[in-house]
Nanobody, 115 residues
Framework: QVQLVESGGGLVQAGGSLRLSCAASGFIFSINAMGWYRQAPGKQRELVAS???????DYADSVKGRFTISRDNANNTVYLQMNSLKPEDTGVYYC?????????WGQGTQVSVSS
């Protein structure tokens, strides 16, 4: 079955960096688009970044120039490099994919940015 396991979250001061990882299994990773979402307390889950199977990327306006999504098809892993973090980046970050008409989510990893 499809599994997505995130790691790399933590507490960091404003201006700091974190790199999130999402290890994927149970589907053909190399042909699938992947995404990172986040959910701040009291807010709806929002798309942060996405990457196609060919490596094309897209970002939310709020993170452009600060976050970078990448993928390692050899290791079935997608990454989110987050630089110049701001307190408003705080939230639970989820890995996401769609496979055979179903949407899958990881368990999430907490990112907390202190001012």
């Amino acid at each position: 079955q499809v599994q997505l396991v995130e790691s790399g979250g933590g507490l960091v001061q404003a201006g700091g960096s974190l790199r999130l990882s999402c290890a994927a299994s149970g589907f053909i990773f190399s042909i699938n688009a992947m995404g990172w979402y986040r959910q701040a307390p009291g807010k709806q889950r929002e798309l942060v970044a996405s990457i196609t199977s060919g490596g094309s990327t897209d970002y939310a306006d709020s993170v452009k120039g600060r976050f970078t999504i990448s993928r390692d098809n050899a290791n079935n892993t997608v990454y989110l490099q987050m630089n110049s973090l701001k307190p408003e980046d705080t939230g639970v970050y989820y890995c996401n994919t769609k496979w055979k008409l179903r949407t899958y989510w990881g368990q999430g990893t907490q990112v907390s940015v202190s001012s």
